[in-house]
């Protein structure tokens, strides 16, 4: 299908509002920006984000007359709803946050940023195209859910409400998982200080009488391929393979007892009445504790148990004990920890264990003999305390996640192969389009030719080129954004919920079904309309790719962060899978011969945006690029402009999908624009990172450090050229940073090259 050439017919409309009039020479601008015929339709409104101003450029956009509105006013990360609904393509120049609230009023420094923002804008109209569709066929609307436990089980009904036809996959012959042997659960509803009924029954009772929901027994998910909207998934059982389409995944897998060896010292399985938390469970559940008198519960300090610990078995400790007194007031009940976690509503919970006589001791247990006597070092005491007498000892273990078959402890192998998918720059080998460490191909090469799982494989046996398996952070846990999508994996349409993301309480993880299907049940719709989701939810741009001079490199298909592209095993050539991409343009950046483009963004069009934004710069004063990632930075400098911090005229800003997205074809651009300095504002990168899109901000630490030496060559300082990492709320820090290197800026000298 041939596309329409696309006819721009652009128009600029000024604000004045919010004192931009006060501030600004508004006739000036006009001026500077229909000279050069840069735009002839322009229009000037004291608003024009409401009433009369925002009907006009509706009706400008109606008649066919505009397609392309260019509004200088406030920053693009307001009144996104009302600009949304004009029709046609809008773009912002901001005038409001980063030039009037930043700068001294009717100044010739706050005029010519103001004007090179509004030459930014046009020229980012002019290299821009209306985003299409990338195919007009629907999707899948039924949901997989990968797990039968309690996270599996209230994902599934809560998906049903919505209306979606649901499949649950379950490994073994019934569903409940662990939680479904509890005899009591921690509180979740107050006063928050009883041991509560568990409900696990009654959700497997409203799951199997749901007529939207099918329950797979004794299956696993042995071949996963496609994305959003287009998982086609090999479920296998005894009774042989079946293929379906799934519209996305929820990954439910839950968890698995953690036990180190810091823990088997106090005797687990070697001692006489010493048993584990999830031991203690099934006795508490069979009634087997007529004899016990005298009870210690043992929370460990070591570090490891931590991770896979989070205050969940702290809270268990409590919730045994006070069943344990409640069932005999005559119980002795002890709780030695080194450090008790009970954050929370769970403050409550603890309290009442006090108040119900459970004795609560802070100290290391030292050892425990063959007649249970143990041996605590109190903290309080300052002495080692036997303590005899003791009918049974309960050891705290943890949770580790099932986010993967491989068992990172037991297999020397499994820690590192994962952790290597964390890293932005890790070589990646593959088989067939697995992802293996070398030693390993020979194994996942005849896997792949028998279309079997090597023992301790992957859940969902992914066939991306990245890998079979969903990332996994260095301790096993799912990989996500634990600050604004703590659901979302690195494989779009994937969601983790439950103990596979974190340690949690069967009530969290309750909540957190809910919320990873909330996101599954968007995905979804999304992909049915070829939109993105996070954080570009709705945007119909994908990468397109100039074959024509691509060199078959694959930096594009190793550095994306989301396995959206893979190769073509014919001719290696890049090929895209758009309901995977989440449009960050890591690709965009990564690609040497700048190939790789969207409609609404792409490395010709931000390099104009460049050259603009110094197009009348006087040879005496100087010029510093800021490229703000749109997620974190870019807040940033508006929250300093709303806090008025004043901030350097000299910078112009253009904010970027994710610096991930930044190509060295824009640094040299500048350099050779007359820029005298460049500055790259990204999110916090490595294993805690804060980064929207994972690794945009690691791999453009990376390729930056490779400017120096470019600079050098030209008998240019390397300091010219800076990555910082921003958080959202750093409005403070960030205009700190920028001023200093301005000022760092001045003290080096203008560019060499201004003015050639």
């Not at 436990?149 to 036809?165: C, D, F, P, V």
């Not at 071949?223 to 959003?228: A, I, K, M, V």
């Not at 979804?524 to 990468?543: I, T, Y």
């Not at 460049?610 to 940033?636: M, Q, S, W």
Request: glycine content about 8%.
């Amino acid at each position: 299908m041939s596309e329409e050439v696309f006819e721009h017919k652009p128009a600029a409309y000024l604000c004045g509002g919010c004192g931009i009039k006060d501030a600004l020479d508004m006739d000036a601008l006009e001026t500077a920006i229909t000279g050069g015929m840069m735009v002839s339709n322009v229009k000037q409104s004291d608003a024009f984000c409401s009433g009369k101003g925002l009907e006009t450029i509706k009706s400008d956009m109606k008649s066919g007359d505009v397609n392309q509105a260019i509004v200088a006013g406030c920053s693009p990360r307001v009144m996104v709803q009302e600009f949304n609904e004009v029709g046609g393509q809008v773009f912002r120049a901001n005038m409001r946050e980063q030039v009037i609230w930043q700068q001294p009023a009717n100044n010739e420094d706050t005029q010519a940023l103001a004007t090179d923002n509004m030459r930014m804008a046009i020229t980012q109209a002019r290299k821009s195209e209306p985003p299409q569709a990338h195919w007009d066929g629907a999707t899948s609307l039924k949901l997989l859910v990968v797990g039968g436990g309690i996270t599996g089980l209230t994902a599934a009904r809560e998906a049903s409400k919505t209306g979606a036809q649901v499949v649950i996959v379950e490994k073994t012959d019934k569903l409940g998982g662990w939680a479904g042997k509890w005899s009591k659960f921690i509180p979740e509803n107050a006063p928050y200080r009883e041991p509560e009924d568990n409900p696990v029954p009654a959700l497997i009772a409203e799951v199997e009488n749901d007529d939207n929901i099918t329950v797979l027994f004794d299956t696993i998910v042995d071949r996963t391929e496609g994305g959003p909207g287009e998982f086609s998934c090999r479920l296998k059982n005894g009774s042989g393979t079946n293929w379906d389409i799934y519209g996305a995944v929820v990954l439910a897998t839950g968890w698995r007892p953690y036990t180190s060896e810091d823990q088997k010292k106090f005797g687990i399985g070697e001692t006489d009445g010493v048993v584990t938390d999830i031991e203690m469970e099934e006795k508490l559940s069979s009634g087997d504790l007529k004899d016990v008198k005298n009870i210690i519960f043992i929370i460990p300090g070591d570090s490891d148990r931590m991770v896979y610990s989070s205050g969940v078995s702290d809270k268990v400790a409590i919730k045994q004990a006070l069943q344990m007194t409640q069932a005999d007031p005559d119980v002795m009940a002890y709780i030695i920890h080194e450090d008790f976690r009970s954050h929370g509503l769970a403050e409550e919970f603890y309290r009442h264990a006090q108040e119900k006589g459970v004795i609560f001791q802070r100290g290391e247990v030292k050892s425990i003999s063959s007649d249970r006597t143990v041996t605590v070092d109190d903290e309080l005491l300052g002495l080692e305390i036997p303590m005899s007498g003791i009918d049974l000892v309960v050891v705290s273990t943890g949770m580790v996640p099932n986010s993967t078959n491989i068992d990172l402890e037991a297999t020397e192998r499994g820690a590192d192969q994962l952790k290597s998918d964390i890293n932005p720059v890790a070589p990646i080998f593959t088989v067939n389009g697995t992802q293996v460490d070398e030693d390993l191909a020979e194994t996942a090469a005849d896997a792949e030719a028998e279309e079997t799982i090597p023992e301790g494989g992957p859940l969902l046996n992914l066939q991306y080129r990245q890998g079979p398996h969903v990332p996994v952070l260095a301790n096993g846990f799912a990989d996500s954004h634990y600050i604004c999508f703590p659901y979302e994996t690195r494989r779009s349409g994937i969601y983790t919920a439950g103990p596979v993301r974190r340690a949690m309480t069967a009530s969290e993880a309750i909540n957190d079904a809910q919320g990873a299907v909330l996101k599954a049940i968007q995905a979804m719709r999304q992909a049915n309309e070829a939109k993105a989701v996070h954080p570009r939810a709705g945007d119909l741009s994908f990468p397109e790719f100039g074959l024509d001079i691509c060199t078959k490199c694959r930096r594009c298909t190793v550095e994306c962060p989301f396995g959206a592209i893979d190769e073509d095993p014919e001719t290696d050539y890049p090929v895209v899978n758009p309901t995977r991409c989440r449009r960050c343009g890591t690709c965009m950046g990564a690609c040497p011969v700048s190939t790789i483009s969207f409609k609404n963004y792409n490395p010709a069009q931000v390099s104009d945006m460049v050259a603009a934004g110094t197009e009348e710069c006087p040879p005496d004063k100087p010029r510093i690029l800021v490229l703000a990632c749109e997620n974190d930075a870019y807040p940033a400098m508006d929250m300093a402009g709303i806090n008025r911090l004043e901030a350097s005229p000299y910078m112009r800003v253009i904010p970027v999908r994710c610096l991930g997205s930044v190509t060295l074809l824009w640094v040299k651009t500048a350099l050779e624009k007359g820029y005298d300095g460049i500055m790259l504002l990204g999110c916090k990168s490595g294993d805690d990172y804060q980064c929207h899109f994972v690794k945009g901000s690691g791999i453009a630490q990376e390729r930056m450090s490779k400017v120096g030496d470019t600079l050098r060559s030209m008998m240019m300082e390397e300091e010219r050229v800076q990555v910082n990492e921003i958080a959202i709320a750093d409005s403070e820090r960030v205009t700190q940073i920028l001023n200093n290197f301005g000022k760092q800026i001045e003290d080096i000298g203008l560019n060499p090259f201004k003015g050639f």
